[in-house]
């Protein structure tokens, strides 16, 4: 007999593999594992990162590490930290144990499987479609890289671990936003410390308000014989009514360049600009891109002070993106160019 987590975990295995949701091509000349709709990626480089949105991204033939190798840090973090946290550790510690795996989700752009977890209470209020969250809610997320079955090609498995989220109701905590305390567990990325900045936290808070219908969360329970209610629909636009649209010669002078090397025929863009890191861009360009395709125009990501921006603009039957990334730690600017086409097929 199956738990409600190996339930869930087997669900969706049998989902990708019956039904073919995904599939994985391979391309030499490309520094990235391609995933489904065919995407031809072509990658710009500054100071040689193969990939500004996702620097820890394996080669494409690297192999997949076990999952349960991959947790051994995690739990080593647990056994041994000292520092304070964004959220107190002893709320989550062995989560991915003692907690109910509440839902999935898998971004094929990013090449990402992400598996959210929630504590008692949140598991409860999330399968009854009770919002808002009641204080003391947890959520923690594992996102790992989506990696082929090596005896069953076809399947897609959770591979290293990427990095741990984690989100806290607490209402009168300082760093909340909206009721809610954001953190990134560092301990898969080394360049993530013991503490988000004002403006990561900002960041976090400016994409989970598109689901303020759901009380900042995007997770919806996941449909099982086990009574869960039915997902709710955020019920509007209003992330992409946010954008505003405006000429090229309005934009900033970088910003500008971009677009004009992007799309040089393009007289004006739909713009959004909002507190913004690296993490912003790599959740947004899948979104991004779904834009420009739909709405046959240019459009635009990023922070006012131009050190974080995505651009999407639509070419031909894809779209063509670019990512521009300032790291003040590590004084390195990062660019990244490449395109995303429909699978014709499907």
């Not at 049998?14 to 490309?30: K, P």
């Not at 984690?166 to 954001?182: E, F, S, T």
């Not at 990134?184 to 960041?203: C, F, G, Q, R």
């Not at 405006?246 to 025929?265: C, F, G, N, W, Y």
Request: with cysteine.
């Amino acid at each position: 007999m199956l738990s409600g987590r190996s339930f869930c975990l087997a669900f969706v295995v049998a989902l990708i593999s019956a039904f073919g949701f995904v599939t994985l091509s391979h391309s030499g000349n490309n520094t990235d594992t391609n995933l489904s709709n065919n995407y031809d990626v072509t990658l710009s480089k500054v100071d040689g990162t193969p990939d500004a949105l996702n620097p820890t991204s394996p080669e494409p033939n690297a192999a997949a590490q076990p999952s349960s190798s991959s947790i051994v840090p995690l739990q080593n973090w647990f056994d041994n930290v000292t520092e304070t946290q964004d959220i107190d550790p002893k709320l989550f510690k062995d989560f991915w144990r003692k907690w109910e795996l509440v839902t999935t989700r898998y971004k094929p752009e990013g090449q990402q499987l992400r598996f959210v977890y929630a504590n008692k209470i949140g598991a409860e209020a999330l399968a009854k479609g009770q919002y808002p969250f009641p204080e003391g809610t947890v959520f923690a997320k594992i996102i790992a890289h989506a990696e082929h079955d090596p005896i069953f090609d076809s399947s897609l498995i959770p591979g290293s671990i990427i990095r741990i989220q984690v989100m806290l109701k607490k209402a009168n905590d300082p760093k909340a936003r909206d009721g809610w305390v954001y953190s990134l567990v560092p301990v898969y990325d080394t360049k993530l410390t013991s503490h988000l900045t004002t403006n990561e936290i900002d960041a976090c808070q400016a994409c989970h308000v598109v689901a303020q219908s759901r009380d900042m969360v995007f997770s919806q329970p996941f449909p099982s014989p086990f009574g869960a209610a039915p997902a709710r629909e955020v019920g509007d636009n209003s992330f992409q009514q946010s954008f505003k649209k405006m000429s090229i010669d309005q934009l900033p002078s970088h910003t500008r360049d971009l677009v004009k090397k992007l799309a040089p025929e393009a007289k004006s863009v739909q713009r959004l600009t909002m507190p913004s890191f690296i993490g912003t861009l790599g959740e947004s360009r899948e979104v991004l891109a779904g834009f420009a395709h739909k709405q046959n125009a240019v459009y635009i990501l990023g922070s006012e002070d131009e050190k974080n921006i995505l651009i999407a603009a639509p070419q031909d039957n894809c779209v063509a993106l670019t990512s521009f990334y300032e790291d003040d730690a590590q004084d390195k600017k990062f660019q990244r160019t490449w395109s995303i086409c429909p699978d014709q097929n499907q």
